[in-house]
Nanobody, 116 residues
Framework: QVQLVESGGGLVQAGGSLRLSCAAS?????????MGWYRQAPGKQRELVAT???????NYADSVKGRFTISRDNAKNTVYLQMYSLKPEDTAVYYC?????????WGQGTQVTVSS
């Protein structure tokens, strides 16, 4: 199995910054394809925020391009999401995702709330 543990969420004012972390443990080989972040706001479907492959290829949602930066430390099996210029519409539960040959694995989620 794979365990993904997120940290770093919280309450921030619009224009502020937050950094999310996700530490992976267990059968890491099962998420060898990519890691990333998704979010789900109340009443909305879960959506992609950013992903990064094991080779470093990055994909961002249009809504966060230029404001969010995803990175990973393979030695620590950890992926980060640095969020700048946060907006109230970024408010959501942010989920860490790991993807590999056996499918998707998810963390428990961390709440990010951006006040106007």
């Amino acid at each position: 199995q794979v365990q993904l543990v997120e940290s770093g969420g919280g309450l921030v004012q619009a224009g502020g910054s937050l950094r999310l972390s996700c530490a992976a443990s267990g059968s890491i080989f099962r998420i060898s394809r990519s890691m990333g972040w998704y979010r789900q706001a109340p009443g909305k479907q879960r959506e992609l925020v950013a992903t990064i492959t094991s080779s470093g290829r990055i994909n961002y949602a249009d809504s966060v391009k230029g404001r969010f930066t995803i990175s990973r430390d393979n030695a620590k099996n950890t992926v980060y999401l640095q969020m700048y210029s946060l907006k109230p519409e970024d408010t959501a539960v942010y989920y860490c995702n790991g993807n590999g040959i056996t499918g998707d694995y998810w963390g428990q989620g961390t709440q990010v709330t951006v006040s106007s």
